[in-house]
């Protein structure tokens, strides 16, 4: 049930955020986790927007996928920035603490909200291990501001099959633009393998039980996208079967970000955004609502393995089977691409590749 949910609000945000015809990347596991400490805070209404969008609990999901062991380099931090003028109730502080990297600091929004934002901005750039040194942009935190729950996330690991680099070469990608010459991996070895609903899947593993999946549609990319719903999100990802495949993957470079509060809003959540909010589970004090959501994804897939950071940022303000031939596949078009974590399904990164680097 959670890992539906799951996928329903991975293509849910991707859907609210994604430029149309153009390269898009997020974090659902980012967003998920920041979105579900808030509907925490939240209660009566605010709380029950937030449950429709979020579906069933993804706290279990999102802890599990958080364990990956010593061979892959993860970092998740779960960090509320509160200011001294607040008070913030016993029981959220012992919510914050069941999620990954957990932790409560202060901020002097008030006072030095410059300053606030540095120290928000170091600690993500510390957990995202440099990928993302500036969430939060100059004017997003005012004096007005009184709290910021911040998700960060940072994901390293190899594949358990490398590209070699030698084989790396210029190749044709189909882009609505016109044929570009981009810089096209090749792998030759037993994968995860399927073909149905319109859909090629090819699912590379990776060390710590991640994988990546490439969803690559028989005809135009954006039909395709726009009729895929969650069952068969869930049906295509559990199809491949192993099979011998000749890879030519393109080499990516995503550094996107997206405006989450105007997605929420089209997905119907309002009251968060408004006077009404009730976000007494974080504090008594009211009014306090949310100002806005932003939200950072990057991801690199090259010939050793994938790298990727994201964070999101909930600023809260007041008044004021193998076969002996290879069968080819060819990545020369857009297509969309999951890193997720094979075990519980949780989606590190949602991306949709039509230009690559």
């Not at 329903?8 to 430029?19: C, D, E, N, R, V």
């Not at 606030?116 to 993302?132: E, P, S, Y």
């Not at 390293?156 to 210029?170: G, I, L, S, V, Y």
């Not at 969309?336 to 949602?350: D, N, P, Q, T």
């Amino acid at each position: 049930m959670a890992q539906h949910s799951h996928l329903a609000f991975t293509l849910a945000l991707h859907g609210a955020t994604a430029p149309a015809g153009a390269d898009a990347c997020l974090s659902p596991y980012s967003a998920a986790s920041a979105l579900g400490l808030a509907e925490r805070a939240a209660r009566g209404r605010t709380a029950e927007e937030l449950s429709a969008v979020l579906g069933a609990d993804q706290s279990e999901l999102l802890r599990v996928a958080a364990e990956l062991g010593d061979d892959v380099r993860l970092a998740v931090a779960n960090t509320l920035w509160a200011s001294d003028t607040i008070t913030v109730q016993d029981s959220f502080r012992t919510e914050l603490t069941r999620w990954p990297g957990g932790k409560a600091e202060t901020a002097p929004f008030a006072t030095d909200p410059e300053d606030a934002r540095r120290r928000i901005n170091a600690d993500v750039d510390q957990t995202t291990h440099g990928l993302i040194p500036e969430l939060l942009p100059s004017g997003s935190i005012h004096a007005y501001t009184r709290a910021s729950l911040v998700n960060a996330l940072y994901l390293k690991t190899a594949w358990r099959h490398p590209f070699a680099e030698h084989a790396t070469a210029p190749a044709d990608f189909h882009t609505p633009d016109g044929v570009r010459q981009v810089p096209t991996m090749h792998l030759e070895e037993t994968v995860g393998h399927a073909h149905e609903d319109g859909w090629q899947v090819v699912t590379l593993a990776a060390e710590g039980g991640v994988e990546a999946v490439i969803l690559l549609p028989d005809g135009d990319l954006a039909a395709a996208e726009a009729a895929l719903d969650p069952e068969t999100l869930q049906r295509l990802l559990e199809s491949p079967k192993r099979r011998k495949v000749r890879l030519s993957l393109p080499k990516i470079d995503l550094d996107l970000r997206a405006d989450l509060e105007r997605a929420l809003q089209g997905l119907g959540v309002h009251e968060l955004f408004t006077q009404d909010a009730d976000l007494t589970g974080l504090t008594p004090d009211r009014p306090l609502w949310v100002d806005s959501i932003l939200h950072q994804a990057v991801l690199r897939l090259d010939e050793q393995g994938l790298e990727g950071a994201a964070a999101t940022a909930i600023q809260m303000r007041t008044m004021s089977l193998t076969v002996a031939d290879p069968l080819e596949v060819t990545v020369d078009r857009p297509f969309l691409l999951l890193v997720r974590h094979a075990g519980s399904g949780a989606v590190y990164f949602f991306a949709r590749v039509v230009r690559p680097a």
